[in-house]
């Protein structure tokens, strides 16, 4: 650092923030080492300030604030690739790279995504919502390095959590083998597998990421290989247990990588030299293990069960969240007591999630019945097989599983699962547009891709009351697998039963009878429906409402009922092209019903990907909403939009 740059710095008052300074790392670099630790607090006072506000991902991001600020300060990004794991911990990395002073939309409409995004700031140059994709990623951009003879580094930063997929040890496997220059943070929050470390861990980090030891250690392998083989063998190995019995890596080293760690990841003193160290080594793969707390340097976080992973807006001084006041109950509520229910009845039910027992409910039937609840960690391919093998020794499995997530474990789905027609229940969360989360938690696709397989059933809730009894439905139902789907938040405030009625296997319901035009309703578009069919009735166009309950079976009977005794038939669903639209529309084209001058139209999710937003404006923006119906109606009978009354 220069002279002048380091007068600069210095000259700043103490009424000035640092963070002031820096509106991207380029800045911070200029600072000295000593400052670095008044910009981590006043990044993390800044990050929970934003927070507060806008809502989102929480426990995560205060744990990274000082890795993060010395990953910017000692690496050279963007030319340097940091790529942040899931992304969810990314706000502090936000605001130290030219976002700060949009921090505060957050998740909001036309504002900043809640995960990192390469269309959003070259700072992200990978994107990532879901997890265990980094080291995949960072091996690439480093063979692409070195296929195109750069020299910059590639860092990727990935939690113990997320540790727990196959694909992180795919992705390690491989690079072991290529041996590129890879540095891989491990950010180990939940202790889970470091012992405690202090000065002592922190000082051999230090001595055998540095090069004086690397040295040795070369000098070492060299006269080794000068010894006869089985002195070679017992000369390498002593080394790597000597190394491994002080640093906990020989797992790490198995698959080729060098093993620095673990360190102190709230401690600058600690991380800086040991960055420095791997930033100059001209090794091949690097892992570097950190443990941070979750949470950390805010009290309320710091005392939360969950380290406040994710929040809605709160106050700063108590911690306390603000709570909507709930018109009906949770889907994801409504499906965990209905799950337990059953199990009271069926001692043979089982609960399985991917490492999201609060978000699908599992947690609720976890305290309950701990013996048949199952949290397999980050994998869903594992959780598809592993229900699937309960299945073969007469066990009902129940894997509940978001269904953006569910796509990770397609294949398992396909070849464990359908093809030897085993009765797994899947139950799907985030059905539909997601809100905040934005594309990558959107359930737009499991209609399209579980409706293709033989043997499959595939149900959709319209209220919280049929999920109630989809659930009963998928515990009675042991012909083979089946799926149901519900959507994030509330239900819609009906009536609830007491308890599930199991429904009849592709079998759907007429909700109101009209006599021109037919709106068939998959999901909890229902309710939508029925607001437009009270429209258009006050417009003069009688309209049947129905709930097809079945994507597949689809209930046949009933929609070519609609077909023959309509004008106009419109399908509904919140689910890409290819879903239950296009199977309607099969079944149409088949009986020849299309042949005799009925308008059918199918409304689904547009082709693309929508950002994120309040969910009703979602729906707006993807013209599934009551308006967008009527509109739809309308232009099937060749009037003019503008002859369209407002909706009240």
């Given at each position: ?289 950190v443990v941070t707390q979750k949470g950390k340097g805010y009290a309320p976080a710091e005392a939360s069960a969950d380290k406040y992973h994710a929040v ?158 989809m659930v009963a439905t998928a515990a009675a139902y042991d012909d083979g697998p089946i799926a149901f789907r519900f959507p994030r938040g509330e239900g ?136 967008a119906i009527v509109a739809k109606v309308f232009e099937i009978l060749g009037r003019h939009a503008g002859s369209i009354k407002a909706l009240a």
């Amino acid at each position: 650092m220069s002279t002048s740059s380091k007068t600069a710095s210095s000259a700043l008052t103490a009424s000035t923030p640092l963070l002031d300074s820096i509106p991207k790392p380029a800045d911070l670099r200029k600072l000295t080492e000593s400052q670095l630790r008044t910009v981590a607090d006043e990044l993390r006072a800044e990050m929970i300030d934003a927070v507060s506000v806008t809502g989102g991902h929480f426990g995560a991001g205060l744990g990274v604030v000082e890795l993060t600020v010395a990953l910017h300060y000692v690496f050279e990004t963007p030319r340097d690739r940091l790529i942040w794991d899931v992304g969810h911990q990314a706000y502090p990395h936000k605001i130290l790279t030219e976002r700060r002073n949009r921090i505060r939309t957050l998740r909001q409409r036309g504002g900043l995504s809640g995960f990192t995004k390469r269309s959003e700031s070259e700072y992200d140059p990978f994107g990532a919502a879901h997890s265990s994709t980094s080291i995949s990623a960072g091996l690439g951009m480093a063979v692409a390095r070195d296929l195109s003879g750069g020299k910059n580094n590639v860092v990727a930063v990935i939690g113990d959590g997320a540790m727990s997929a196959g694909m992180a040890y795919e992705a390690m496997n491989n690079a072991g083998a290529l041996g590129s220059r890879l540095i891989v943070i491990l950010n180990d929050n939940d202790m889970s597998i470091a012992p405690p470390v202090g000065a002592m861990s922190a000082y051999l980090a230090r001595l055998v990421s540095g090069k004086t030891y690397r040295s040795l250690r070369e000098i070492g392998k060299q006269l080794a290989n000068r010894l006869p083989s089985f002195f070679q063998d017992k000369a390498l190995k002593a080394e790597e247990y000597a190394r491994g019995f002080v640093t906990g890596g020989t797992m790490f080293e198995e698959l080729g990588f060098y093993y620095v760690g673990p360190i102190d990841g709230h401690n600058l003193d600690h991380l800086l030299p040991v960055l420095k160290n791997v930033r100059d080594s001209e090794t091949g793969p690097i892992l570097v293990h950190v443990v941070t707390q979750k949470g950390k340097g805010y009290a309320p976080a710091e005392a939360s069960a969950d380290k406040y992973h994710a929040v809605v807006p709160f106050d700063v001084i108590t911690g306390t969240q603000a709570k909507a006041k709930a018109n009906a109950p949770g889907y994801t509520k409504v499906f965990a007591e209905s799950l337990a229910k059953q199990a009271r009845l069926d001692d043979k039910i089982v609960a399985v999630t991917a490492a999201m027992p609060s978000g699908t409910g599992i947690d609720l039937f976890g305290k309950e019945f701990p013996e048949r609840t199952f949290d397999v960690g980050i994998a869903e391919q594992h959780a598809v097989t592993f229900a699937a093998g309960l299945a073969t020794e007469g066990y009902k499995p129940f894997c509940a599983i978001y269904s953006t997530f569910l796509q990770r474990g397609y294949d398992q789905v396909v070849h464990d699962v359908a093809l030897q027609k085993l009765p797994v229940r899947f139950a799907l969360d985030r059905a539909g547009l997601v809100g905040a989360d934005g594309a990558t938690h959107a359930g737009a696709f499991d209609v399209a891709f579980l409706g293709c397989l033989p043997d499959m059933v595939v149900m959709a809730a319209a209220d919280e009351a049929e999920l109630v009894h989809m659930v009963a439905t998928a515990a009675a139902y042991d012909d083979g697998p089946i799926a149901f789907r519900f959507p994030r938040g509330e239900g819609v405030g009906v009536e609830m039963p007491e308890v599930g009625v199991p429904l009849e296997i592709g079998r759907g319901r007429i909700v109101r009878e009209g006599d021109r035009i037919a709106i068939l309703s998959l999901g909890t578009r229902l309710a939508e429906a029925l607001k437009a069919a009270e429209d258009l009735e006050a417009r003069g166009l009688s309209t049947t409402v129905a709930d097809a309950r079945f994507a597949k079976p689809l209930d046949e009977a009933m929609i070519l009922r609609l077909a023959r005794e309509h004008e106009v038939l419109i399908t509904i669903e919140e689910g890409s092209i290819g879903g239950f639209g296009s199977y309607v529309l099969q079944l149409l084209a088949e009986r020849g019903m299309l042949d005799r001058g009925l308008k059918v139209r199918s409304m689904v999710l547009p082709d693309t990907f929508i950002d994120h937003d309040k969910p009703e404006r979602m729906y707006a923006e993807a013209g599934l909403d009551s308006a967008a119906i009527v509109a739809k109606v309308f232009e099937i009978l060749g009037r003019h939009a503008g002859s369209i009354k407002a909706l009240a």
